[in-house]
């Protein structure tokens, strides 16, 4: 298959080099077989993260001249403002430096210590901020969420059965619930809008805060049109304002779906919450008009939440991802589908069966990649959610062992894609290049950032 052309031209390039397999041997090992160590000079074809690795628009470089500087009230944040307003038809935007922290400031105010906090499933960040706190980050996806080969729309849904039952048995220790859209964890799996409609009445119902973990909202928004009986006819802005319309505010990374390096923003309906969420700003962050961010950045992000809204690119966007999905499907790599808006996920468990959980297959194919094209990638399972049981010693994983496969947004050409496939085949040809793996090292959370490792054999 080919995807809908670019819709843009390519103003600006950036050299790339190839390393030597001897050199990249040499890297692995001094990075503790963890490819976040690896220098990004160091890599031919970068693929960790959507996250703050678009290339902006002009219109978005233009504005980046126009930042207004100043301490407080700058001009910037204004147009942030407004543009929030227009698009999500939420009246408060708390701007900060990228999502994580406006995750922090949020369970900070909220969450205490022997909560829970549901939803459909936790990214690595958010998981991690709520454990911080004391608190059990609950998934409570759909079950078709855990099966790879379930062609299903929606496998990003939240289980209404399971959000009660979790309300039901933890009466009063629910402060809000999160949805993430689209599901990265689940495989970068859109939810429906019924679903969100139907969690949204649950959570009123109970007189519980609900909050999009929004990084990737219009992607979501773009699956609804496509797949959602009665969308077909709306707009990409009109699906977002009835999506936005059933939360009492988000989170936001706003380095994928807003289209810039930096940023992050909450928005909110709640007076009184925002007031809480400020006062804690201005001690870790920086003052309420800026969160951390300089003018330029705000100005950047306002123009480029509009931009994401266009349909030509959300067409070639997803379109990208699934020519890649669907390459590599061809020749054997057992991915899971349907694919998602931002990434592709290759199902770890099975490519590298030969390698049980706590020796983290995914990690090994990640590894391979690095190794034989200089390829970087991430691994979404036991290294980045596994452990023990503490009593036991027994090992917990996660029920998704996967490799992400991230698509900077704007950024590589078709002829990119296909070498990823090209380094995929060798793989397939040869799987014993997939060797399992050992922690020799580890931080108490978020481990896969820096975690070192061994290769057992």
């Not at 209404?160 to 619930?177: E, M, S, T, W, Y």
């Not at 519980?208 to 699956?223: K, L, M, Q, S, V």
């Not at 266009?310 to 990208?320: A, D, F, H, I, K």
Request: charged content about 25%; some cysteine.
């Amino acid at each position: 298959m080919n995807y809908p052309p670019e819709p843009f031209r390519i103003k600006v390039v950036e050299p790339l080099q190839h390393v030597s397999r001897t050199e990249r041997e040499h890297l692995l090992k001094k990075a503790g077989f963890n490819i976040f160590n690896i220098p990004a000079e160091k890599i031919y074809i970068d693929l960790l993260t959507d996250s703050g690795t678009s290339a902006m628009s002009d219109n978005q470089w233009a504005g980046m001249m126009l930042g207004d500087e100043s301490y407080a009230q700058a001009r910037n944040f204004f147009h942030l403002q407004q543009t929030v307003q227009d698009i999500f038809d939420i009246p408060i935007v708390i701007p900060t430096h990228q999502g994580r922290a406006a995750e922090h400031l949020l369970f900070s105010v909220l969450v205490k210590p022997g909560d829970v906090v549901p939803n459909n499933i936790h990214f690595d960040t958010t998981r991690a901020n709520v454990e911080y706190l004391g608190a059990q980050a609950l998934d409570c996806a759909v079950e078709t969420a855990y099966d790879p080969d379930a062609p299903l729309p929606f496998k990003g849904n939240m289980d209404p059965q399971k959000l009660l039952d979790a309300i039901r048995r933890n009466k009063g220790k629910v402060p809000l619930v999160m949805m993430t859209i689209t599901n990265n964890s689940g495989g970068g799996q859109p939810v429906s809008m019924e679903n969100i409609r139907t969690i949204s009445t649950i959570c009123r119902e109970h007189r519980i805060p609900f909050f999009f973990d929004a990084a990737r909202f219009a992607e979501n928004a773009f699956f609804i049109q496509q797949r959602e009986a009665g969308y077909q006819d709306k707009s990409i802005a009109e699906i977002v304002r009835e999506m936005f319309s059933y939360v009492d505010g988000f989170t936001m990374s706003a380095k994928k779906d807003a289209l810039v390096n930096i940023g992050g923003m909450i928005g909110l309906r709640d007076e009184t919450l925002a007031r809480k969420i400020k006062e804690l700003l201005i001690l870790k962050e920086g003052f309420p008009t800026y969160g951390g961010l300089a003018g330029r950045d705000l100005e950047a992000m306002a123009r480029g939440l509009r931009e994401v809204l266009n349909p030509e690119y959300l067409n070639y966007r997803v379109g990208q991802v699934a020519y890649l999905g669907e390459r590599l499907r061809e020749i054997g790599v057992p991915m899971l589908v349907p694919f998602g808006g931002h990434a592709v996920y290759v199902n770890a468990k099975e490519l590298a069966s030969h390698i049980p959980p706590e020796q983290f297959p995914g990690q090994a194919i990640v590894i391979a990649l690095y190794r034989l094209g200089a390829i970087r990638a991430v691994e979404i399972g036991s290294l980045m959610f596994g452990k023990r049981d503490a009593s036991t010693g027994k090992w917990i994983g996660p029920r998704l062992e996967l490799v992400r496969l991230a698509i900077p947004r704007r950024v590589y050409t078709q002829a990119h894609l296909d070498y990823v496939v090209e380094t995929f085949r060798q793989i397939i040809e040869d799987t014993s290049i997939l060797k399992p793996l050992k922690i020799v090292e580890e931080p108490p959370f978020l481990r896969h950032f820096t975690a070192k490792l061994e290769e057992l054999r």
